[in-house]
């Protein structure tokens, strides 16, 4: 069975760091593009940053551009999302998700969409950036 396991959230007081992780299990990342994408309470979700599946092409939400750093170790079957200089507005539940196969077309707008085009979901970490 395809599963997503998000871990690494938590409490961080401004200008701190994390690193989240989304570890697959029941089939390998390797043909799949990886995203993260978060939400807060009452708000949409958005996306995060998103990594290709071979690893070459990534893409962020400006808003976290120069902060976070997504990465990948297929070998490990596990992507990180590096964070930080967090900032209370990047408080929200963090999610992962997988496509498989998907053309850089498809790719390119990941972020934009939020994952519309992702179908497989963790069951996301929370993390809360706050003094």
């Known amino acids: 069975q395809l599963q997503l396991v998000e871990s690494g959230g938590g409490l961080v007081q401004p200008g701190g760091s994390l690193r989240l992780s989304c570890a697959a299990s029941?089939?390998?990342?390797?043909?799949?593009?990886i995203g993260w994408f978060r939400q807060a309470p009452g708000k949409e979700r958005e996306g995060v940053a998103c990594?290709?599946?071979?690893?070459?092409?990534?893409s962020y939400a400006d808003s976290v551009k120069g902060r976070f750093t997504i990465s990948r170790d297929n070998a490990k079957n596990t992507v990180y999302l590096q964070m930080n200089t967090l900032k209370p507005e990047d408080t929200a539940s963090y999610y992962c998700?997988?496509?498989?196969?998907?053309?850089?077309?498809?790719?390119?707008?990941?972020?934009?969409?939020?994952?519309?085009?992702?179908?497989?979901w963790g069951q996301g970490t929370q993390v809360t950036v706050s003094s």
């Open positions: 998700a997988a496509a498989y196969n998907i053309g850089y077309r498809v790719f390119r707008r990941c972020v934009a969409t939020a994952g519309a085009d992702f179908g497989s």
């Open positions: 029941g089939f390998t990342l390797d043909y799949y593009a």
């Open positions: 990594i290709s599946s071979g690893g070459d092409s990534t």
